[in-house]
């Protein structure tokens, strides 16, 4: 299957800094990226769509200025967690579309856990 | 897209096969199946796809009643890495479509 690289994979941060995971497509173009957040024993849940070139789109609840998402390149997409709170600490999981395998299969990268101390 | 119901938690002894249900009444004729798994703490893995018809493949086989209200997966001879929380999702496959997760079932394999 594709391939989907996410760095780091593991970051801890004081609480109040800024924290920046990328998410990589290693070997195929994607134009939409997803990032999902998941907190311990839950399901994912959809953080916000990243368009290549253009705006991200945030789920409701969301807040679009404390998570940042660029998606400055076809195969590069990055989520930055502004003045990181304890309460941000998750498991950060980018995915993305392979739009020439089928109808638009998504594979996901291994995740990021992020600890806010 | 249309919401899915999956039980909790299942067991199934190593060796035998696994039968996950997913039930999905309200999908609509352009609605693909999917099925992911996740092990812990890892990202999700793509396990199948299917519109109508039956699928099989190297890792399962998915099972869609013809009324397109239900479907299982099929793990034909489970093994103790196949302990995961298995996702099924529907939805349409335009550009741009997100996946929404729903709660999964928990599959243990049993020695």
């Known amino acids: 299957g594709a391939v989907v690289s996410q760095h780091p994979s593991r970051v801890i941060c004081k609480s109040g800094t800024s924290v920046k995971i990328e998410c990589r497509s290693l070997?195929?173009?994607?134009?939409?990226m997803f990032w999902y957040r998941q907190f311990p024993k839950q399901s994912l849940m959809l953080m916000a769509t990243?368009?290549?070139?253009?705006?991200?789109?945030?789920e409701q609840g969301v807040e679009k200025d404390k998570f940042l998402i660029n998606h400055a390149s076809l195969t590069l997409s990055t989520l930055t967690v502004t003045s990181a709170h304890p309460e941000d600490s998750s498991f950060y999981i980018c995915?993305?579309?392979?739009?020439?395998?089928?109808?638009?299969?998504?594979?996901f990268g291994e995740g990021s856990r992020l600890t806010v101390l | 897209d249309a919401k899915t119901t999956q039980p909790t938690s299942m067991d199934c002894a190593e060796g035998r096969a696994a039968n996950l249900p997913c039930n999905h009444s309200?999908?609509?004729?352009?609605?693909?199946v999917y099925w992911y798994r996740q092990i812990h703490s890892q990202g999700p893995q793509y396990i199948i796809h299917g519109l109508k018809n039956n699928e099989t493949n190297e890792m399962a086989s998915l099972i869609i009643t013809e009324d397109r209200k239900s479907s299982t997966l099929i793990l034909p001879h489970a093994t103790l890495r196949d302990t995961a929380v298995y996702y099924c999702i529907v939805r349409v496959t335009n550009t741009g479509n997100q996946f929404y997760f729903g709660t999964g079932t928990s599959l243990t394999v049993i020695p």
């Open positions: 995915s993305a579309r392979v739009l020439d395998r089928g109808p638009g299969e998504l594979f």
């Open positions: 309200t999908i609509s004729g352009n609605e693909y």
């Open positions: 990243s368009n290549e070139g253009s705006k991200a789109t945030y």
């Open positions: 070997d195929f173009q994607a134009t939409t």
